[in-house]
């Protein structure tokens, strides 16, 4: 299984941290010291995670080197969705404009890529699928609450979108060796720690503590997982992209793995979190950075808990 | 791939079309004939689709000849997220109390339910699960505006859970013969014809003879893909269990498949709309009715558009 080729979409406006202590007084040093974030990007009103997500697919339509109808599977992922009918999925096949080909949108919060990359994984051994289009897409701004002074400074808006094929089609392309991913519901307050209750409004994070010690013991763990399972050892990995959530989180990651930070891929400083669409946008940013026999985890924790990890070779 | 058992769980209330006659004007006998619904549930003010889910999963530990711990692979599907976060995959985990297997929760609005089929396909077709529970439940009456005279009347709620497994697991098993998904945006007023935005509220149906028009050209095009695509004939199928969306489709779905109406299995009349729990109820139902080799076609079409047909045999 190959990533082919990844494309993103950051909305213009920017909120730096100064926002946020006009908003409810919470400082820029606080935010940065707490969390890493800086600035994040906010969607403009008529942008939703359908437009965000077609315009990354828009993105990504640039770079790759096959029809575009030669994709057959397409497979979105958001929690924050504009319409739960029309889903992603859907408004992207609208987009391009192929028929009859299987359409699907998936949540499992913010490491839904990963879970994604299994489903297209699962289409290409029963050989109905060879080019798949995953589009991960965030519009956190449409749920949050931004006086909210626990969680409303963490979140950003942003979309990716990635074609996965089962055959390589360019030098250039990354060898995905493994997708391992897992569900966590029965950790630690996996039921309460985030949610996002469309009827309730908002996306609020109650038990931010309990977040990061999950996503701390699990990113590691599944990361070290993928890496044995190959007959890796850590010190095999040129880099790790964990999701996106906090900047002390990733920090964390590195050090329990034994890695310098150096090695990390962080988006977060000028993104802030951007839900699963976080690490595809850092593989899309840094896609001419990885050289080849290089190794990249991607590895991911999001609310309910999920956790995932992705073992990537240029 | 076997079908090994299914439970489903219907909220207490009931909801005649009285009621909307007292609302809204709407006669039991204009309902009844445009639709064929008599009746709905409606769930209580504590529940919602993860409440229902997970009522409906206990229905079904109660009937499955495995333990509940060879679950290895959890599917949700519902376009009535009551948590978008901690999804209604995670929820069910959470209630079974199995550690570290893959969890997600998918929608393709009213089809899903033959989506999280393909997906549990593809996870058996790379060996990464053997036993999958697929939760189906909506929540419709969280998300309608019942006053609206185009589509409030049409929708209930309810819940479903079924245990699919890789190698059989008993004699009443059924065989899962085929399975055909397809997503059909590209017709159509797919993007606008049935809609649920969770931050305008309200799930809307503003293009319902296009939601007809196309539900009745694509679901029996797509059953009869399957049956020919396994050397069958119509005359083969003993029974088929369209989307439940409006008697009126069902009856038109058997008449283009030249299929008498004995052969219709239908819960709309008593249960309305139940979105992609809909045919996994009616399996449900109807589970002890179905006698060895007879063949049962699952059709399912849903708003977005999308389509699919499942091959049973038991």
Same mark, same amino acid.
């Given at each position: 299984m190959y990533l082919h080729q990844?494309?993103? =979409?950051? *909305?213009?406006?920017?909120?730096?941290?100064?926002?946020?202590?006009?908003?409810?007084?919470?400082?820029?040093e606080w935010i940065v010291q707490r969390t890493g974030i800086q600035r994040r990007r906010k969607a403009a009103p008529a942008e939703n995670s359908h437009t965000m997500g077609?315009?990354?697919?828009?993105?990504?339509?640039?770079? !790759?080197?096959?029809?575009?109808?030669?994709?057959?599977?397409?497979?979105?992922?958001? =929690?924050?969705a504009y319409d739960a009918i029309v889903t992603l999925g859907h408004a992207v096949q609208h987009f391009?404009?192929? *028929?009859?080909i299987p359409v699907v949108t998936i949540s499992s919060a913010c490491s839904s890529l990963l879970n994604a990359v299994e489903i297209v994984q699962g289409y290409f051994?029963?050989?109905?699928?060879?080019?798949?289009? !995953?589009?991960?897409?965030?519009?956190?701004?449409?749920? =949050?609450?931004?006086?909210?002074t626990v969680s409303g400074h963490l979140w950003g808006d942003g979309a990716a979108a990635l074609l996965v094929s089962n055959a390589r089609i360019a030098e250039t392309d990354m060898t995905i060796r493994e997708v391992i991913t897992g569900g966590a519901a029965t950790s630690g307050k996996a039921t309460e720690a985030v949610v996002l209750r469309p009827n309730e409004r908002g996306v609020i994070m109650p038990f931010g503590k309990d977040v990061f010690i999950n996503a701390c013991t699990y990113m590691p763990k599944v990361s070290l997982q993928v890496i044995e399972k190959h007959g890796l050892t850590v010190s095999d990995i040129d880099f790790v992209l964990p999701h996106q959530a906090n900047l002390r989180i990733?920090?964390?990651?590195?050090?329990t793995l034994g890695l310098p930070e150096e090695k990390l891929i962080s988006?977060?400083? =000028?993104?802030?979190?951007t839900g699963c669409a976080g690490c595809a946008i850092g593989l899309s940013e840094q896609w001419n950075r990885f050289e080849t026999g290089q190794k990249i985890i991607v590895t991911v924790f999001g609310g309910g808990y999920s956790y995932g990890a992705m073992l990537l070779e240029k």
């Open positions: 990844v494309g993103h =979409y950051l *909305p213009q406006q920017v909120v730096d941290n100064e926002h946020f202590t006009k908003l409810n007084g919470l400082s820029d077609v315009e990354a697919v828009k993105a990504l339509l640039d770079k !790759i080197q096959i029809d575009k109808n030669d994709i057959d599977l397409i497979v979105g992922a958001t =929690y924050t391009l404009e192929i *028929p009859d051994a029963m050989g109905k699928a060879r080019n798949a289009l !995953i589009v991960t897409s965030e519009h956190n701004t449409g749920y =949050y609450n931004e006086t909210d990733s920090l964390n990651v590195m050090q988006n977060i400083q =000028y993104l802030g979190n």
